[in-house]
C-alpha cells in the first residue's frame, strides 16, 4: 500500500517566523519528492522539487529530504500572510524511476500565517 | 503561452447522464493524468496516458473513461456508473526530465 502522511493541520504560524511542514512515505524506493501549494478553491502549484538526500533552497523555501527515515519536510522562512494554503506532499512511487506512473499524494496540511 | 487548460471551471449534472470533461495542454508533454480531489483530501489517481492511444488504469478508476487520440488532449468521461461523481477534477501533465506534474485550473461536477 502507497501511502504519504502529512499532518492535517491548522499550523498556525505568526508572520515572520519559519513554518515546517513534515511528510512521511511508505515506499523505501521513491525516487522523486514534491511539494505543492493550493489556495482554496484553486489547483495545486508545484513549488519544491527534490530527488537526493539534503537539502533545496528556492527563495524562503527549503525543502528537506532524508530518504533512510522515509522524510521529506518544507521549510518556509519569513511567513507572509499570502503564504497561508493547504500545502501538499507528492512522492512518485514508480520503482523504475521513470515518473511517468502518476503521483501519491498526501492528504495536505492546512497553513495559517498570523498577520 | 503554455499551460494546461480544462473546461468547464463548473459543471453540474443530473444523476444518471454521463458528462465529458475536457484536458487540453501545449507544453508538448507525452504523459497526462486525471485526478480526483474531494473536500479535505488528497488527490487520488483515475487515469494517467503515457503516450497516444494508450492509458492505464489508476487508483479509482471505476465508473471512468479516457481517450488519448491527440497528444495535446485528453478528455475524461464520468459515467452513470460512478457512485460519488460529485468532486473537483484536475488533469496535469508531465515534464519527463524533471518528473513534475503541472496542473490545469480544475473542474467542479456538481451532481444531483
Known amino acids: 500500500q502507497k501511502e504519504v502522511e502529512q499532518n492535517s493541520g491548522p499550523l498556525s504560524v505568526p508572520e515572520g517566523a519559519i513554518a515546517s511542514l513534515n511528510c512521511t512515505y511508505s515506499?523505501?524506493?521513491?525516487?522523486?519528492f514534491f511539494w505543492y501549494r493550493q489556495y482554496s478553491g484553486k489547483s495545486p502549484e508545484l513549488i519544491m522539487s527534490?530527488?537526493?538526500?539534503g537539502d533545496k533552497e528556492d527563495g524562503r523555501f527549503t525543502a528537506q529530504l532524508n530518504k533512510a527515515s522515509q522524510y521529506v519536510s518544507l521549510l518556509i522562512r519569513d511567513s507572509q500572510p499570502s503564504d497561508s494554503a493547504t500545502y501538499l506532499c507528492?512522492?512518485?512511487?514508480?520503482?523504475?524511476?521513470?515518473?511517468?506512473?502518476?503521483?501519491?499524494f498526501g492528504k495536505g496540511t492546512h497553513l495559517i500565517i498570523q498577520p | 503561452d503554455g499551460g494546461i487548460t480544462q473546461s468547464p471551471k463548473y459543471l453540474f449534472r443530473k444523476e444518471g447522464q454521463n458528462v465529458t470533461l475536457s484536458c487540453e495542454q501545449n507544453?508538448?508533454?507525452?504523459?497526462m493524468y486525471w485526478y480526483r480531489q474531494d473536500p479535505g483530501q488528497g488527490l487520488r489517481l483515475i487515469y494517467y496516458?503515457?503516450?497516444?492511444?494508450?492509458?492505464q488504469k489508476g487508483d479509482i478508476a471505476e465508473g471512468y473513461s479516457v481517450s488519448r487520440e491527440k497528444k495535446e488532449s485528453f478528455p475524461l468521461t464520468v459515467t452513470s456508473a460512478q457512485k460519488n461523481p460529485t468532486a473537483f477534477y484536475l488533469c496535469?501533465?508531465?515534464?519527463?526530465?524533471?518528473?513534475?506534474?503541472?496542473f490545469g485550473p480544475g473542474t467542479r461536477l456538481t451532481v444531483t
Open positions: 496516458s503515457q503516450i497516444v492511444n494508450d492509458f
Open positions: 507544453l508538448n508533454h507525452d504523459a
Open positions: 496535469a501533465s508531465l515534464n519527463d526530465r524533471t518528473y513534475e506534474q503541472y
Open positions: 527534490i530527488y537526493s538526500n
Open positions: 515506499d523505501r524506493v521513491s525516487q522523486s
Open positions: 507528492a512522492v512518485n512511487m514508480d520503482s523504475t524511476g521513470g515518473g511517468a506512473d502518476g503521483l501519491t
